[in-house]
């Protein structure tokens, strides 16, 4: 199925996006809604204000983005939000852009969600060539679970998990490290994600946005973690990648693998070939700076896609080398938008 006014053939230029430090551009992270159905602690602020719907992308807007970002080079897209599975018809947005992963131009096209819509789509997200996904998951405790999310509900997200393994996907679960909330559950949640066959990445909490409790209360540093898991299992540093920050390491103990995502302890941007795209159209260099560039006014002053091309095109000239967050009690965050208007 291809969305009307999305181009099916790939422009003849397909020179790829480089920035200044000779980093090609292959994979964009696509926020397609800044909405979601919980507020965990460390992504929202309880009472958040969302976006009205007339300043989002639509759909087929973001089809159009997304289709001249793989003609430029870029070989995987992660659907995102807030939580992108509650925004409404989204299976016509990975129904059409299957196409690319159907033509070959697109390598992988993957979700990251908390799991909660999972029972209801993934047969469908099977169906339009999603391999793998991520959900977001800190936690085994249902009481834990719902004062972390505020008021999510554990039993839905593993109906989830266990709908998406049924349908063949490949889950990797995400859990931010937090200092005092589930420091003592990792060792036990890492030996459920393998029990059940999928891998476990850990990520160290980010400065985005204002919220309470302070990111430095929340703060654990994976050193810490992987120390502390090395004193009981062995540790094998891998090479693998999968596009993203993490670094892997394989557990001797139980087969699995065991990502870490360390933007505070160790700068993971010295390979970054990612930029962000929101709900809203802005484009984001890096996740940790506040550049960005409005793509939304480009895209929708013509139906050609030139003057979005040379938008993107100027934008990634601007990417840094890296991003700078520092947690520091006397600091307010890095920066101010919360992690569910760029998806992490």
């Known amino acids: 199925m291809t969305m009307r006014g999305a181009p099916d053939t790939l422009a003849t230029d397909a020179s790829p996006f480089v920035d200044p430090f000779g980093r090609a551009i292959s994979y964009l992270r696509v926020s397609v809604t800044d909405r979601c159905d919980l507020r965990c602690v460390y992504c929202m602020s309880e009472d958040m204000h969302f976006l009205p719907k007339r300043d989002l ?5 973001l089809d159009r983005v ?22 409404r018809d989204i299976m016509t947005l990975f129904r059409s852009l299957s196409r690319h992963l159907d033509s070959g131009a697109l390598e992988e096209l993957t979700l990251t969600t908390n799991g909660t819509q999972l029972a209801r789509h993934a047969a469908e997200l099977a169906a339009c060539g999603v391999r793998r996904i991520n959900v977001s998951l800190d936690t085994l405790d249902p009481a834990k679970f719902r004062s972390i999310t505020r008021w999510g509900d554990l039993k839905r997200v593993m109906e989830g998990l266990d709908a998406a393994q049924a349908a063949g996907l490949k889950v990797k679960i995400n859990a931010v490290a937090l200092a005092g909330v589930n420091e003592d559950e990792i060792e036990g949640l890492m030996l459920w994600a393998h029990g059940r066959g999928m891998d476990l990445t850990l990520i160290e909490v980010m400065p985005l946005g204002e919220v309470e409790p302070s ?12 120390g502390r898991l090395s004193e009981r299992y062995t540790l094998d540093d891998l090479a693998d990648r999968t596009g993203g920050p993490a670094r892997y390491v394989r557990v001797a103990e139980t087969g699995g693998k065991l ?31 506040e550049d960005a560039a409005d ?29 700078d967050f520092v947690i520091e009690r006397s600091r307010k965050a890095a920066v101010g938008r919360h992690m569910s208007v760029t998806g992490g």
């Not at 997304?66 to 925004?87: A, M, N, Q, S």
């Open 66 to 87: 997304c289709t001249v970002f793989v003609e430029r080079g870029v070989r995987k897209l992660r659907i995102t939000g807030g939580e992108p599975l509650v925004r």
């Open 215 to 226: 990111r430095v209360d929340q703060f654990l540093s994976l050193a810490t973690v992987r």
């Open 295 to 323: 793509l939304r006014a480009p895209l929708r002053a013509s139906e050609g896609n030139e003057r979005l091309v040379a938008a993107i095109a100027d934008a990634i000239t601007r990417k840094p080398r890296g991003h």
């Open 57 to 61: 992308l639509t759909l087929e807007e």
């Open 259 to 289: 990502g870490l995502i360390t933007p505070l302890t160790h700068n993971f941007c010295e390979s970054c070939n990612r930029v962000r795209l929101t709900c809203t159209g802005t484009l984001y260099m890096c996740l940790g700076q």
